[in-house]
């Protein structure tokens, strides 16, 4: 069965500053991977996601996440964070034609 | 990509009451998913509604408490009946696009739920 685990429940880090937040998946089939966030008071986005091809992918805010087969790893990272990326953001894979979160983390961007 | 309305956004209720959230997606969709999303905690799938079918539960979730309902391709409702403190949480409806694995789940904004 699949799994996702988000080792971090919360991240602070300072105005400009690089941010990683890891997640690790484990699959049995092939993998497909995302990772969603949650802005305060607002529904999920899709931030990402990684279905095949090129290991890193990019958003268009500035995030990338690198598929590592080897590491069964997915982190997110930006190499410079706003005040308006505030959020939780959570890492999903699909399993059994079902999505599967982990349990997310909140990314809290100190002045 | 999917739209997906909820209503109500919120709501406070009294232990015991039943609630029916309705979700609302501005294109024919097969699969409906509803959430739920407590405190702290990461999403979990309450149950799989295909139109024309009786919903799919999953472990710990049943139909008594969860009854669903999905009259045609963009709408659905979830109730929670008979509620307790411990319902207290956002429910999340969501949808898949059309491109079958790997495509885009799309979800609405929420409904947060306090039980009193």
């Known amino acids: 069965a699949q799994s996702v685990t988000q080792l971090d429940s919360q991240v602070p880090v300072f105005e400009e500053a690089p941010v990683e937040l890891r997640c690790n998946y484990s699959?049995?089939?092939?993998?497909?991977l995302f990772w969603y966030v949650q802005y305060p008071n607002q529904g999920l986005q899709l931030l990402l996601k990684y279905l095949s091809g090129s290991t890193l992918v990019k958003s268009i805010n500035g995030f990338e996440a690198e598929f590592n087969k080897s590491q069964t790893s997915f982190h997110l990272r930006k190499p410079s964070v706003h005040i308006s990326d505030t959020a939780e953001y959570f890492c999903a894979v699909i399993g059994d034609d079902k999505i599967i979160f982990g349990k997310g983390t909140r990314l809290h961007i100190l002045p | 990509s999917a739209v997906i309305s909820q209503k109500p956004s919120r709501d406070i209720c009294q232990r015991g009451t039943s609630l029916t959230i309705q979700c609302q997606v501005d294109s024919q969709v097969t699969m409906m998913f509803w959430y739920r999303q407590q405190p702290g905690q990461s999403l979990t799938l309450i149950a799989t509604a295909n139109q024309g079918s009786e919903a799919t539960y999953e472990s710990g979730f049943v139909i008594d408490k969860f009854p669903i309902s999905r009259p045609n391709l963009t709408f659905s409702t979830l109730t929670v009946s008979n509620m307790s403190p411990e319902d207290s949480s956002i429910y999340l409806c969501s949808v898949v696009g059309t491109g079958g694995i790997g495509e885009t789940q799309y979800f609405g904004p929420g409904t947060r739920l306090l039980v009193l």
């Open positions: 699959s049995s089939v092939s993998v497909y």
